[in-house]
DNA sequence: GAGTTTGAAACT
DNA sequence: CAGTTTCAAACTC
């Protein structure tokens, strides 16, 4: 059922792709199960969140705690000197970079499994341990240059965004903003970062966002797993912290803290709005994760920032990154470079200190400054990046997808706006995955930022978050606030909608079409990176490079972007958090599809209204296949950082991997609800904006059971814009995205094709309550389907919980994700295998092989040829190719496994990750079109990918050598 | 678009 | 659990 969906969508983009390629999902979504490991990052913006903020993050270094044992800081000092714009660095296919954040979400998160950042390369290399890798320009040093101390770094007037990887690593990301740049990011208060976090800002030269790992404050985590693959998909989770504290909860918190935590109801009213909003949506296929933040916004674009000078501000406003890993594996500290934001262009900045600065967000003051939270989705078609409450960073390298950019802003007024910048990577279907960061509040921001920037270098925080498009950014129409996010331009997926909880309230977004098409993917998702490796060339590349960035406009933040937000206009990277207080234990809403969850944790954007708790509420946005979204909202227990992460990852997972009610039953609180297009127009849509959180599960109620029920009141709780949640119906939205998709270029079109749902079942005899249907076997209701008497809807509720139960007892795990990494770092696998007897699993029919994940040795498929090997072969070349299929395998699947952790440290990831933040930000700032931030971003990552291979590679031969000649003597 | 092929899901 | 049937997608023409 699963690859179905996938298949189609899939095929529609490329047949070709032929090798058992990894597929965004599996960079996506990687933990699929609970256990799969899922990587928690967190980012913080230490100044950002006020105090709240520092709540926040407290509870996140709890979190940490948990899911990393201790910090180690190593700094890393991420330079970037220059990337190779080397077009379309295939980079690996294979490689997919992961990051999850594990929400903060103290204890109950981090339990379950406390992931474990991982990056992995698929193709074997060697850790880079010792040797200094260079990740595009940027280099690791293994020894953290700078930094070490930086923990300590006193924020001062540098706002710090910190990022802690599982390991306990902690990147701080600073933006010493000049004080024009300042301007953009909500300064927020940057005081409160202060505290722990020491920014240590390496860069001499000019501003330099340094990312420090901070002691403890906030953190981010970085989850190891990475896995850049052709595909190249970063993901980073921040997984909501937990409920326990609830404010924590948000993950990632925008640097800019938000000013104005209290947001303010209004989702759109941004400017003060107090916490950031994060909200992230993806959709691998149809998933989407959004989370909102109310109060601290993370902001990846560095838009925001002003950079005031570009040219100037490069020095000053470079912002030095610098990572520190704590523990990682590979426990050194590497500086890998510097990664400077410039405000300015980044072009100026470029000349900038050193290398560093490569990244120069500037933000376009503008929209910084207007668009206090600014949501940006950075999309790529290849990667996507994710950031949600959970934060949940992830980067697929799509490849056709252009990125679209929707963005809504919101503005609500002018500055409510907020950019969210999707970044959607195609999923092998079209799963898109967005990152949004909403400045929430930011509008704020700009002012506040401002005020940190005023600081010596006011290290603006800015890191990635951009802010958001200041409203008139937003310009776009709001029109629906989901709409706006549709029009986001879709890639390719289906259109996504994401329910934006900023409030509380989950406003549905299109997914971009960003998607690329498997084939793309599957191109460019080579596993193997050894044999990528060299081929940067090769075709793949491109599709990493391009990346498509949607912006969503999500109205605003909290208030949503529904309403407001809906303009998009710009893309931008928003990631919001909307903090939902928690008290409402409604939290969940109710999503019910689960296809494609995503996750979002609110805090209490709208917090203001509610509790101030702001506990995180989790949301998991399911989209069904057909476009529809489901929020999913964990109560605001905080859920394991696993969960979350999982269902995120597996959201994104392929499609078919979705499991919405596995989903559920794991979020077991999480009640879904369904938000049917159909459902909701024909029913819902006058509850869906109301209810659509709260209550709707009602029916609804995925089975997953586990939800029970509860009606997910949530929005009301803590959306106070529950307008934004008005959503719409989804299809509204569905076709706004729909339509966009034309903007990305030639992998658009694919994409553009996957944009629209994955596909509508056509079932006949299974009424859809079977396993058969994808759409029910994706937990979503059938929407735009053609099937004939079905009863996956909201009308025969009842018939269908029946027959959930009844493929819940034939198999607990029938709507879990069939594909997930065993560990972290591991490439995807399916987890049953397949059982093809004559399609050489190189056919969609094999699962594996829509999958674009190579079989394994649970596959039980005779004449196999989906082996990881064979990257880049193509489909005709592999079929050309003997077989040794299974032998083959079986090597492949351990070797990869095994190796692809040594190389990826996670410095390196985070150095990587760094680095396409970087750009993206700086291209925010500078305006250029999304098309050629993804593209670059992709870059970016190909580029790195290549490094990291060849030096892996260039280990590894040596270490052989060595061992050969030992044995031999 | 009809017909065939395919392999998972369902059933025995 | 294996074998068979059912099913809907994937594929072919
Ligand atoms: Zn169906
Ligand atoms: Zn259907
Ligand atoms: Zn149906
Ligand atoms: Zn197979
Ligand atoms: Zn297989
Ligand atoms: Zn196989």
Request: hydrophobic residues 30%.
């Amino acid at each position: 059922m699963y690859t179905q969906r996938w298949r189609r969508s899939s095929e529609s983009l490329d047949d070709s792709t032929p090798l058992p390629e990894l597929s965004f999902e599996d960079f996506m979504e990687p933990t699929q199960d609970e256990t799969a490991t899922q990587h928690h990052m967190e980012i913080d913006a230490l100044d950002s969140d006020e105090g709240g903020a520092s709540g926040e993050e407290h509870s996140i270094s709890i979190n940490e705690s948990l899911n990393t044992p201790q910090f180690k800081r190593s700094v890393v000092t991420i330079l970037e000197d220059k990337r190779l714009r080397t077009p379309g660095p295939a980079v690996l296919k294979s490689h997919a970079i992961k990051v999850v954040t594990a929400g903060a979400g103290a204890g109950a998160v981090a339990p379950v499994k406390p992931q474990i950042t991982d990056i992995k390369i698929l193709n074997n290399f060697k850790p880079v341990s010792s040797n200094t890798m260079k990740i595009g320009n940027t280099t690791v040093a293994p020894t953290s240059s700078p930094g070490g101390t930086a923990k300590g770094m006193p924020l001062n007037s540098v706002t710090m965004t910190q990022i802690k990887t599982p390991d306990g690593k902690i990147l701080y990301l600073q933006k010493s903003m000049s004080a024009g740049a300042a301007a953009k990011q909500p300064v927020v208060t940057a005081s409160t970062p202060t505290t722990s976090k020491a920014a240590v800002t390496v860069s001499s030269g000019g501003a330099v966002h340094h990312l420090v790992a901070p002691a403890g404050l906030q953190k981010a985590i970085l989850s190891k797993a990475v896995n850049v693959g052709s595909t190249g998909l970063v993901k980073a989770a921040v997984p909501g912290k937990g409920g326990t504290s609830g404010s924590t909860p948000v993950t990632i918190k925008g640097i800019t803290p938000l000013a104005a935590k209290g947001v303010p109801s209004s989702a759109s009213s941004p400017t003060s709005a107090p916490a950031a909003k994060f909200q992230v949506v993806r959709s691998s296929d149809g998933k989407i994760i959004k989370i909102n933040k109310a109060s601290s916004s993370m902001i990846i674009n560095s838009k925001a920032t002003t950079a005031t000078t570009p040219g100037t501000g490069i020095n000053a406003a470079a912002s030095a990154l610098k990572m520190s890993l704590t523990a990682g594996n590979v426990a050194l500290r590497k500086s890998i470079g510097q990664v400077v934001i410039k405000a300015a262009p980044p072009k100026q900045a470029q000349s900038d200190v050193s290398n560093s600065a490569t990244l120069t967000t500037t933000t376009t003051g503008t929209s910084s400054s207007s668009a206090p939270p600014g949501k940006m989705l950075v999309q790529s078609t290849g990667k996507q990046i994710v950031v949600s409450s959970k934060n949940i960073i992830k980067l697929s390298p799509k490849p056709g997808a252009t990125s679209s950019i929707t963005n809504t802003s919101v503005s609500q007024g002018s500055s409510p706006t907020k950019g969210i910048h999707a970044v959607q990577i195609p999923g092998k279907g079209g799963v898109v995955q967005y990152v949004r960061v909403l400045p929430n509040t930011k509008e704020a921001a700009s002012s506040s930022s401002t005020s940190t920037s005023a600081k010596t270098n006011s290290t603006s925080k800015v890191t990635f978050v951009r802010s958001i498009m200041p409203a008139n950014a937003s310009t776009s129409s709001p029109t629906n606030a989901s709409s706006a996010a549709t029009k986001s331009q879709s890639v390719g997926n289906t259109n996504k909608i994401i329910m934006k909880t900023t409030g509380g309230s989950i406003v549905p977004l299109p997914s971009m079409q960003t998607l690329v098409s498997k084939r793309a993917l599957g191109a460019t998702n080579t596993r193997s990176p050894g044999s990528n490796s060299g081929n940067q060339e090769s075709p793949r590349k491109h599709r990493l490079t391009d990346l498509n960035i949607q912006h969503l406009s999500a109205g605003d933040d909290a208030s949503d972007s529904s309403e407001a937000g809906p303009e998009t206009k710009k893309p931008r990277f928003v990631i919001s958090v909307a903090q939902s207080s928690q008290q409402q234990p409604q939290h969940k809403q109710i999503v019910t599809r689960p296809s494609a969850i995503q996750r979002v944790t609110v805090q209490g954007a709208n917090s203001n209204k509610i509790a101030p708790n702001s506990a995180k509420k989790v949301y998991n946005l399911v989209q069904s296949a057909n476009g529809v979204k489901y929020m999913i909202c964990n109560s605001g227990v905080p859920q394991s950082s696993t969960s979350a992460m999982r269902r995120g990852y597996t959201g994104y997972v392929d499609s078919k991997t979705r499991r919405p009610l596995s989903m559920a039953a794991q979020q077991h609180r999480m009640q879904i609800a369904p938000t049917n297009l159909q459902a909701l127009q024909a029913q819902a849509k006058q509850r869906i904006r109301q209810q659509q959180l709260q209550n709707q599960p009602s029916a609804v109620q995925p089975k997953a059971a586990q939800a029970p029920v509860q009606p997910p009141p949530a929005n009301a709780n803590a959306n106070a814009n529950p307008q934004s949640a008005k959503i719409l119906p989804g299809k509204q939205l569905f076709e706004i995205l729909k339509s966009p998709p034309s903007d990305t270029p030639p992998a658009a079109d694919a994409l553009a094709g996957m944009t629209s749902r994955r596909k509508h079942c056509n079932c006949s005899k299974s009424q859809c309550l079977k396993l058969y249907c994808d759409c029910f076997a994706n937990g979503e209701f059938c929407q735009d389907c053609t099937c004939k008497d079905c009863f996956n809807n909201l009308d025969y509720e009842v018939e269908r919980e029946r027959a959930i139960r009844s493929c819940l007892e034939r198999n607990p795990s029938a709507f879990k994700p069939k594909i997930t990494a065993p560990n972290s770092g591991d490439m995807r696998l399916h987890n049953k295998g397949c059982n093809c007897k004559r399609s050489g699993c190189l056919k969609n029919y094999c699962e594996c092989y829509e999958a674009k994940i190579p079989c394994s040795n649970m596959c039980k498929c005779v004449g196999c040829r989906n082996m990881e090997d064979r990257p880049d072969m193509d489909m005709d070349s592999i079929d050309s190719l003997a077989d040794g299929e299974e032998s083959n395998k079986a090597r492949d699947d351990k070797k990869s496994q095994d190796d692809s952790d040594r190389y990826l440290t996670d410095d390196v990831v985070e150095a990587t990750i760094m680095c396409m933040i970087s750009r993206i930000v700086m291209h925010e700032k500078q305006n250029t079109s999304i098309e050629n931030t993804e593209r670059e971003v992709m870059e970016e990552l190909g580029e790195s990918l290549n490094q990291i291979i060849t030096f892996g590679k260039e280990k590894c031969d040596a270490n052989e050598l060595v061992d050969s000649m030992d044995l031999v003597s």
